[in-house]
């Protein structure tokens, strides 16, 4: 796609790495910067995880499970399996051809690269030449406060299954957190066209790049559209606890809670079919919807949907 | 077997853990203590192995896989391709199963625990309720100095294959090294009655157990019958480079050459019926021999010799 300039994309779990997918596809290499969120990132028997980098690596790659909706595609479990006999903390699943990625990164960290660094050795070893920017190098740990608890993410989404009722959701060290070289050049670009809020949850996966010092400065400086795609249709999350964690905070889910979310800071919200009756209030908030199919099943749906945002993009700029 | 009081064996690879085997099936829990070598030990993709503790513990468990020789039965290999795919450090393999243990001892140790309590729950948790006492919890690393460079035991062994020619082998730490509690316990109990040399290369099995301080010095104190088994049959080791070193370091091999190295230390040493024609030469050299079948190939195979030596170990208290 030409005449756009630099395009950044925030993104989060599985539904951002779809989009960032299809953006992969219609993009020259150069002209896409995909920022990825760290604050799932935990430490887990000794090993750094990055599950919302690896989505992003394995989407790109090709590599992940489409059915599980998760992890690699042939994964086997000889190691969790092995652990669960010897009685070790066997609530996280990890896979054997994944558990490479935790070993090799815990190690490279431990050597004293950067985490992303890390992250394009890695990805380019999986054939991924995309640019895949940590938020930050530095350890931001989403926290989900329930009444009980503090959870940290995963224990959250893993361990308990998004079953605790969230009262609050902080980033620990996001305060102190420098946004990562990669991501602060590519937002602070003079031909910075376009920043895509990937359809991830806006709490969970797009809340913490924005807790990062820089990046709503960033935001509010650049000239370039800035557009989110919806993570909810119909009133519920295709994945993930979008849609519950709205109830919990206060929110009817739907787009209109997505673009109240970002208010003040989207030009542009894109929204599925299944929610055209909200365009008109969307437009009524000063966003401007696109209705379109948001659902991506095929590598075909990821490409189009991207060129949808994109266009949208463009024309927000004229 | 009653009469006898505390045995203690110290092992190192395969062929000792297959009479520690031998041994667990023909004395009671209580009164075996198998001291395992841990110069072997090395921290490889920040985890520490620890391959003779860990075939002394799968070979206890019936887990070992017999037809390769070392690690578990049934292994599986997704890490290692998936790490080979990362361009990881893939000389050494480490099985999905076998990874378990090593992330599990490496989160333990990083937590505090000591490798003796570590290795001890990790084998109850196998089922192994046998005495395992590594030779130290303090790092002991066993070099190959060969004359382009010094090796860690683990790139000689398992990177160079043996190649390189040794012209000295050193354990490194070993002088620093505390005796583990269960070990120096072990091997001053009054009612110690038999010491075992495993069938295990007397150069980079058994002799860093020896360099460990308070090692010999309990070894020449006690009453306790000392008898080795020899690893080496018919000028050869069944396995591992024990006759090469033999060589480079200036022996002939063969039984004499394995006494010769233990001389001072050892009453008796029990030699392969094709080896019968060197026992007129051990008793030569006050060794009493005991000539009889010493290839260990079923697990009756491995209590017989067990009790074989047990009863050349009687013999010689009488």
């Known amino acids: 796609m030409k005449g756009l300039g630099h395009v950044v994309a925030l993104c989060g779990g599985v539904g951002g790495a779809k ?5 992969t596809k219609i993009l020259p290499v150069d002209q896409l910067t995909i920022i990825v969120n760290t604050g799932d990132d935990f430490e887990h028997l000794g090993l750094h995880v990055s599950p919302d980098i690896d989505t992003v690596v394995y989407t790109l790659a090709g590599l992940s499970d489409r059915e599980r909706g998760w992890g690699l595609a042939g994964e086997t479990w000889g190691f969790m399996s092995a652990l669960r006999r010897l009685g070790g903390d066997a ?25 992303s660094a890390i992250t394009g050795a890695l990805a380019r070893a999986l054939g991924v030449t995309a640019n895949i920017a940590p938020m930050s190098d530095d350890p931001v740990r989403t926290i989900v406060v329930t009444d009980d608890a503090e959870l940290g993410f995963q224990r959250y989404f893993v361990g308990e299954q998004c079953r605790p009722v969230a009262s609050a959701i902080r980033f620990q060290g996001a305060g102190e957190a420098r946004l990562s070289e990669a991501a602060r050049a590519a937002l602070t670009r003079p031909d910075l066209e376009a920043v895509i809020l990937c359809p991830s949850n806006p709490y969970l996966s797009i809340d913490p790049i924005l807790a990062v010092p820089g990046v709503r400065e960033a935001l509010a400086r650049t000239d370039a559209a800035i557009v989110a795609v919806s993570p909810i249709i ?3 999350a295709l994945k993930g606890p979008a849609a519950k964690l709205m109830r919990e905070l206060g929110a009817e889910p739907g787009v209109l809670a997505v673009a109240d979310h970002y208010r003040g800071l989207i030009g542009a919200l894109v929204i599925d079919d299944a929610d055209a009756a909200d365009a008109a209030a969307l437009a009524a908030r000063g966003v401007v919807p696109l209705v379109t199919g948001s659902v991506m099943i095929t590598d075909a749906d990821r490409a189009r949907l991207a060129a949808e945002t994109l266009e949208l993009a463009r024309t927000l700029r004229k």
Request: hydrophobic residues 40%; without cysteine.
């Open 19 to 23: 989009l960032a997918f299809g953006l």
């Open 91 to 115: 609530w996280f699943n990890l896979g054997d051809h994944d558990l490479a990625m935790h070993v090799e990164r815990t190690r490279r960290l431990t050597a004293g690269e950067s985490l």
């Open 234 to 236: 119909g009133g519920e």
